[in-house]
């Protein structure tokens, strides 16, 4: 399967849109400070995305437990995400989990399963002439860094689930209905250590969504 390079900004974008993702993280001005999501179409409920988890769940995969939760929900053109950055006492242990949920204003806009559809499941591109015999070509670093960034499926959670990310930096990327999740967390340097303190919290989210 192949995978656009654009999925790997998928780790720094938290406002979505179909032509492109942007990297930064820094609030907009359309940042609205709310704990919960507007009404889930698919779930007919409100969500509170920081009660997804709890400080026992952030204590048993981090080492401690939160000090403060910080919510904020963006909209982009076409659904919401609802994060919540849950702070613990050493900073660069933190968590943070985001929902992506339709927007009832807009419900001829792009839901979130139409865009991981788009993201993760892209058609395959066209072949270009036969492969040539002999020695592949030299990948060169760029072409090492998308491949290390395309999306890893973990078995196990929800109805689908991919690993974005590389030895540095990564995210848990989680399809459940008409909505998914990402999870991120701090502090950790092993990628596979990080993988899987990012799933224990996607189980722990999924039971309340």
Known sequence: M??????SILLCGFLFSTASL????????SLQKSAKVPE?????????????????????????????????VQQSSNFLMSECFFGTGTSNKSVSLALAA???????????REFWRKQFHPPEPAEEGEPVAGKPPKKT???REV??????????????A????????????VLKGNSFLRISVGGVREESARMEKSKALAHAALKRL
Do not use: F, M
């Open 162 to 173: 991919y690993w974005v990310g590389n030895s540095i930096s990564g995210a848990l990327y």
């Open 40 to 72: 889930d179409a698919s779930s007919g409920k409100n969500v509170d995305v920081c009660a997804l988890v709890n400080s026992a769940e952030i204590e048993a995969v981090q080492g401690e437990p939160i000090k403060e939760t910080k919510p904020s």
């Open 141 to 143: 670093e760029g072409e």
């Open 147 to 160: 491949e290390l960034r395309k999306p890893r499926p973990i078995d196990g959670l929800g109805e689908e």
């Open 2 to 7: 192949s995978h656009r390079p654009t999925i």
């Open 22 to 29: 942007p990297a930064s993280q820094a609030p907009g001005s």
């Open 102 to 112: 339709p927007d009832p204003a807009r419900p001829s806009a792009l839901t979130p």
